[in-house]
């Protein structure tokens, strides 16, 4: 659960900064494909780090 709420805020985080910045559709896309990349990778390793701790 920790990995796809960390893809979904990725991807929102990504597409906001494209908008602010002025990007087209592709812009958009192509910033929220990094960040949903980005937030599954955080949230991947938070899951890791939670497994172990527990």
């Known amino acids: 659960m920790i990995v796809i709420g960390g893809m979904i805020l990725g991807a929102a985080v990504g597409w906001r900064g494209a908008v602010k910045r002025g990007g087209n559709r592709m812009d958009i896309a192509q910033y929220a ?19 172990k701790v527990l």
């Open 33 to 51: 494909g990094v960040g949903v990349i980005a937030g599954g990778l955080l949230g991947l390793f938070a899951t890791i780090g939670v497994e």
